[in-house]
């Protein structure tokens, strides 16, 4: 049985399916609203497993006694969970005889949690990659089965990266099973004490503290993507950064200065940065070079 629910779990599933496995069913979150007509929106994993003829199911919660009571009747071997997006009561994972293997969006002890793509990447690391995991209770504390490391790209955001992570995570996991099945699988457990923490991601989290060097407010708007974006204030409204590239140049921090024509450069803690692409409130995503044709925002405007 498969458990994922956004993008990231799609090549995995897709994986099992192509690598000749029975998946007897796809565990997915409930379709949510989306879109200015809210209208409710499948998962790719929902859509992907109709496609296929596989049967799927979308509890509003897995710890009621119903829920138990049909994965019991569907009596999987194995459950795989990638990105399912809630923790697996004991009940769960103690229900198949080969209990649940899970594949993580990091080198494990490191960035255990809900957003380790995202925060490897705003907190400037080189290098991350996938870990196929055996659940327990705990959240990513489980024995490690298998790893394999993903270069973080200098151009890399938070879903180009995902993207990558999400089909080395598939190719991992399968080699995971052949080698279950051939029992040369070596279990081994994490060393609490390297480990490290991607929370959930909140709004708040995107908000740019210009104080900061320019190369970690670049890292914070590659990896704050896709969502919550990286943001500041231009005369109190908000304003989105997608993209900027590290340059030079004095001020004071957050303060617009003198750069080359169509590029709106400000300073930080260190450095400075050329913002590339930015989306005012209630605006269009446009290049800095458009963004500044309609407006005049001259040196010595301060941001946030």
């Not at 705003?122 to 489980?142: L, N, P, S, Y």
């Not at 943001?231 to 590290?246: D, E, H, P, Q, S």
């Not at 140049?249 to 400000?266: N, T």
């Not at 269009?284 to 500044?292: A, E, H, I, T, V």
Request: charged share 25%.
């Amino acid at each position: 049985m498969f458990m994922g629910t956004p993008g990231f779990a799609l090549p995995s599933l897709k994986a099992l399916v192509d690598s000749g496995e029975e998946v007897i069913a796809v565990v997915a979150q409930p379709d949510k609203p989306r879109g200015r007509g809210l209208k409710l929106s499948p998962p790719p994993t929902k859509v992907f497993a109709e496609e296929h003829g596989i049967k799927v199911l979308q509890p509003p919660g897995i710890r009621t006694e119903d829920f138990l009571q049909e994965l019991s009747g569907l009596n999987p071997d194995i459950i795989i969970v990638a990105a399912y997006g809630k923790i697996l009561p004991k009940s769960v994972l103690e229900l198949p005889r080969l209990g649940c293997i899970n594949v993580h969006a990091s080198i494990l002890p490191k960035y255990r949690g809900a957003a380790p793509v995202n925060w490897a990447i705003a907190r400037g690391e080189k290098v991350t990659g996938v870990t196929i995991m055996r659940m327990d209770e705990g959240m990513d504390t489980g024995d490690i089965l298998l790893t394999r490391e993903v270069p973080i790209d200098d151009g890399d955001t938070g879903e180009t990266l995902s993207d990558k992570l999400s089909i080395a995570g598939s190719k991992l996991l399968i080699e995971a099973l052949e080698r279950l099945k051939r029992g040369d699988l070596n279990p081994l457990k994490q060393d609490d004490s390297l480990a490290t923490y991607a929370p959930m991601l909140k709004k708040e989290d995107g908000r740019i503290d210009w104080k900061k060097p320019a190369s970690e407010i670049r890292n914070l708007i590659r990896g704050m993507l896709p969502w919550p974006g990286a943001f500041t204030l231009l005369g109190g409204k908000l304003l989105k950064i997608y993209k900027a590239a590290i340059s030079e140049g004095e001020g004071r921090e957050g303060e617009i200065i003198q750069g080359p024509q169509g590029v709106l450069r400000v300073a930080a803690g260190d450095g400075a940065l050329d913002i590339l692409e930015l989306q005012s409130e209630g605006g269009k995503r446009l290049s800095s070079k458009d963004f500044l044709s309609g407006r005049k925002i001259g040196p010595g405007t301060v941001l946030g």
